[in-house]
């Protein structure tokens, strides 16, 4: 019985990966933390990074068959 969970790594890469590219997309320009790593770029370098973090998590859960 699987009780909804997943053990697919591609899947749970997925997840991680497009969270954090949500988090950097929508908080980048908020939190310290996130300005610090980043280097204190401008908004819009955080902006691309998150959509580009966010894009590669969504083609790991698109290329492990989720949205099937």
């Known amino acids: 019985m699987n009780n909804g969970y997943t053990t697919n790594p ?3 890469a997925g997840v991680i990966l497009f969270i954090i590219g949500l988090f ?3 908080f980048g320009k908020k939190f310290i933390l996130l300005r610090a790593y980043f280097g204190d770029r401008s908004m819009f370098s955080q902006i ?3 959509t580009v973090i966010m ?14």
């Open 48 to 50: 691309l990074w998150g």
């Open 24 to 26: 950097i997309f929508i």
């Open 10 to 12: 591609l899947v749970i």
């Open 55 to 68: 894009l590669v998590g969504f083609g790991l859960l698109f290329i492990s068959n989720v949205f099937s």
